[in-house]
């Protein structure tokens, strides 16, 4: 491994090696092709993950655009920035996030290039300019990197409450304030609404939209007071909805908006007070991943008609935000069948919006106006990777069975036996369960002995095994807390693809599910992307690491997720290519949160807690009566091992990674 240049006073190079090193197993059968397809590497993946030639996972930080030399080893990554300190690398501990701000301004290139061809190329009259929904992640260097990289763009944000209207107008002050979209939604008070209206004071380009009907009165009434000529929008609630998970949020049922009879009180209401021509934005969300163009057109063209009624009605309408619901393919299937997947590209998506609007406009005569999105989940998920390591391995039970066994089965279970002989599959679990049963009733009743117990749970094993119904499913223990870091997979079942990031070259002999940290039992992974009930993986070896990462969790999971079992967020690197052939820049790294941090995130003391536990210790020691010096030892050894409790993350570390 290379050593670490310090490059300047915000990062670290790594330099790789202009070619990378040949597989280990190059002769074996099984190839990193195979490993792809295994894992749907090429569907979800693409064009930013990929599988190279030492089967590590490499990254495309700029898409499709990237150079063979541009690839970054995801693995070379994680090994040098856990490496400890004294050997060089950065000493960060698992669970680790890897972001790619490359990636992440390629997403927002992307959907501009895509909105940018279909209007150009459908001749449609105006432009595009999305803004990012902070709710989706509000780090702050993701929120700065995509007001840097979508400057050119104007590209603005949405905030959803009063904390996130301030990051927003902070945010924006480093790029185009006046040009900008700042879109306000979510539930208002005053306080929320004079805030919103303090952003057109500061110029920036705020826009108040109207989620409930009430909220129009609060706007017109402070925005008499502060002196200050709002630009409204409107959210309407549409009649198009979705049938999946996501369907609760879309339709008339919906969280948020305002029907049409709402529309046109708010409307009177506008004209009345002499503020009709601040209204110029309509906002409409059918609901999250959007699975087909063809609902979204639905939609579209239906927010579209509404659009042109409020032109008619004498609003200077201006915008139209199509809200969320650009969906990611998280199985790589493109079937749009399922929550997890989408029917369509992201060129596709955005031709279908402005075609929709278009027809519409022409058909009303009405002046094509802007189009505006909110593609939080499309512009984040990819560039953020979870890594973490599978821990140990909990295997099925292996059990041959003994002449004793067998004679058993003879004298005791000739049903059993007989049914097992002639391949009975149906008889041989009846009986087997009536066995298991008597086997229980037996041990509660303290007439089988737990050697017998176990004894008999083995032939029931063999059996199974015997019939062809064995589960040889393994458990692996991993260093994460689920409810942490993905807390959308145990709240809603949302999955992820989950993928080692290296040895993908050698084939993968175990069936596996997924076991947390927590003492929790919903702490568990037991489903996966294409419908499978188990994950192949690769043996866990004694003398080395375990290696997994969840993709395409950049958006909610880290926003979403809490400490539960007082398990802390974990530690975080950024990640661009630099000069050099097959070789990263760490931009930024941030320990995960320690033991002190999730204590005083749940209102503790951690100084006033260590403290105590020092007293304690040195009552205890004094009240051994051992000599003074040992005393001071072992005083110094309790309080030493107590320092590094409370500094270190709480996660599982290696003798390696524990913080002296």
């Not at 106006?369 to 953020?384: D, N, T």
């Not at 990640?575 to 002190?596: I, M, N």
Request: net charge negative; with cysteine.
């Amino acid at each position: 491994m290379r050593a670490v240049a310090c490059v300047d006073t915000d990062g670290y190079v790594f330099s790789g090696d202009s070619s990378l090193p040949a597989s280990p197993t190059s002769s074996s059968p099984w190839s990193t092709s195979l490993s792809a397809s295994l894992y749907r590497l090429d569907g979800w993946g693409a064009p930013y993950f990929t599988a190279n030639s030492s089967g590590n996972i490499s990254v495309r930080p700029h898409g499709s655009d990237t150079l063979p030399h541009q690839h970054i080893d995801l693995l070379k990554v994680v090994n040098n920035v856990t490496c400890p300190k004294p050997s060089g690398g950065l000493g960060l501990q698992f669970p680790l996030i890897v972001r790619f701000p490359d990636v992440l301004k390629n997403r927002v290139e992307c959907l501009q290039s895509a909105f940018d061809f279909a209007v150009k190329s459908q001749g449609y009259g105006s432009h595009y300019q999305g803004v990012y929904p902070v709710k989706c992640n509000q780090d702050r260097f993701i929120v700065e990197d995509i007001v840097k990289f979508g400057s050119p763009f104007r590209f603005g944000l949405e905030a959803g409450s009063k904390p996130e209207i301030l990051l927003a107008m902070s945010c924006l002050c480093k790029a185009n304030p006046d040009d900008a979209f700042l879109v306000c939604n979510g539930f208002k008070d005053c306080e929320y609404v004079s805030l919103a209206l303090l952003g057109r004071k500061l110029a920036f380009n705020t826009v108040i939209v109207l989620e409930q009907e009430h909220e129009a009165d609060l706007v017109i009434d402070l925005s008499h007071k502060m002196n200050v000529r709002p630009v409204i929008g409107l959210r309407a609630k549409l009649r198009t909805k979705q049938s999946n998970h996501y369907s609760s949020n879309s339709g008339e049922n919906g969280k948020f908006g305002l029907t049409s009879s709402q529309i046109l009180s708010v409307v009177t209401k506008l004209r009345e007070s002499g503020m009709l021509d601040c209204l110029q934005l309509l906002h409409f969300h059918i609901g999250s991943m959007i699975p087909s163009t063809s609902l979204l057109s639905d939609g579209v063209s239906e927010a579209a008609q509404l659009y042109c009624e409020l032109v008619r009605l004498g609003a200077h309408m201006r915008v139209i935000d199509v809200g969320g619901g650009l969906g990611i393919d998280y199985d790589g299937s493109k079937s749009g069948e399922a929550d997890q997947s989408v029917t369509y590209t992201l060129q596709e998506y955005a031709e279908a919006v402005v075609a929709s609007i278009r027809y519409v406009c022409d058909q009303r005569w009405v002046k094509h106006p802007v189009i505006c999105s909110e593609s939080g989940r499309a512009i984040v998920s990819h560039h953020s990777v979870l890594i973490f390591e599978a821990a140990s391995a909990v295997k099925p039970m292996t059990h041959q069975p003994s002449p004793d066994d067998i004679q058993f089965l003879l004298e005791s279970e000739e049903d059993l036996y007989a049914a097992v002989m002639r391949g009975d599959q149906e008889r041989s679990l009846l009986y087997l369960n009536q066995l298991k049963q008597r086997c229980v009733e037996g041990f509660r009743d303290g007439v089988l002995s737990i050697e017998k117990l176990v004894s008999l749970d083995g032939l029931c094993e063999w059996v199974l095994k015997a019939i062809g119904r064995s589960d040889p499913v393994q458990t692996y223990n991993i260093n994460l807390s689920i409810f942490t870091s993905t807390p959308d997979h145990w709240g809603m079942g949302q999955l992820f693809p989950i993928v080692p990031i290296h040895k993908l070259d050698q084939k993968p002999r175990a069936r596996v599910i997924l076991s947390d940290l927590t003492c929790d039992s919903d702490g568990k992974i037991v489903k996966f992307i294409g419908g499978e009930s188990s994950l192949p993986l690769h043996e866990i070896e004694s003398n080395g690491r375990y290696l997994l990462g969840i993709f395409l969790g950049g958006s909610y999971e880290e926003s979403m997720g809490g400490v539960h079992n007082l398990f802390g967020g974990p530690s975080v690197v950024h990640v661009s290519g630099s000069d050099e052939p097959h070789s990263f820049v760490v931009t930024r790294a941030v320990p995960g949160q320690s033991s002190s941090d999730v204590l005083r995130a749940v209102k503790h003391e951690p100084e006033l807690m260590l403290q105590t536990l020092k007293h304690r210790a040195e009552e205890v020691m004094h009240t051994k009566g051992g000599g003074e010096e040992e005393e001071d030892d072992e005083y110094k050894n309790v309080a030493a091992c107590l320092d590094r409790s409370f500094h270190n993350m709480p996660y599982l570390a290696t003798e390696e990674g524990i913080i002296e």
